[in-house]
């Protein structure tokens, strides 16, 4: 059941919580962000519902938010995948959206947060565009600009979505090589010679190796 734009913030949570937990039980104007896999897909949609919260705040409260309302108390558990919660902190959650979400348009982008999760918890082609089709309806009902430019960034990534379900392969080894190299970078307080630079990335990834080839084979050493 999709909700629609007039539906209660308890209404709208209510029936993305129920849409989550029966996928969990089978197993105009509208701009994109720039592509960018530093940042993981499902980041983007917290990112999303954070926008969301601080827009909110500013319209209802005339302020930023505060420890006294209920959905910057409770920001991090905003952020929380569904099914992850706990019974307690699912029921604190429609009470922190019923309670500060007087537009519904909080909750309405929790959804859609959520329903990418679902989408990137596929584990068939059929069942990431089903997820996708209703992903894109609790986006139109949700209706707002934080959203439609979160779907438009899903959209254009789509093709890369479905490959990633697919095979199963994604470049977070590459992404955690680009990390330990900016930390070396970091942590050398940057390099004036660049052999010496390139010298100490190769001595790290020699060393990881090292590490675990004798982890697998059930040896432990020192290798510092």
Known sequence: MVASPEASATERTTDYACSSSAADSTSTHRRYEEPDWDEPLVQLGNQCVTRVRQRLAHEVHQRRGRKVDPASAHRMLLLRGYDTLSTRGRARLEQVLAADDPTGELGAAWGVKEALRLILAS?????????????DAWVVAADT?????????????????????????????????????KHIKRTGRGYRNSDHYQARILLRSAHRARQHRLTSQGTTANCE
């Open 123 to 135: 584990h068939t082609i059929e069942e990431a565009r089903a997820a996708k089709t209703r992903f």
């Open 145 to 181: 600009d934080e959203t439609d430019r979160f779907a438009a960034t899903i959209t254009a990534w789509w093709p890369a979505i479905e490959v990633t379900i697919a095979t199963g392969v994604t470049n977070a080894r590459t992404e955690a090589a680009n990390t330990a190299i």
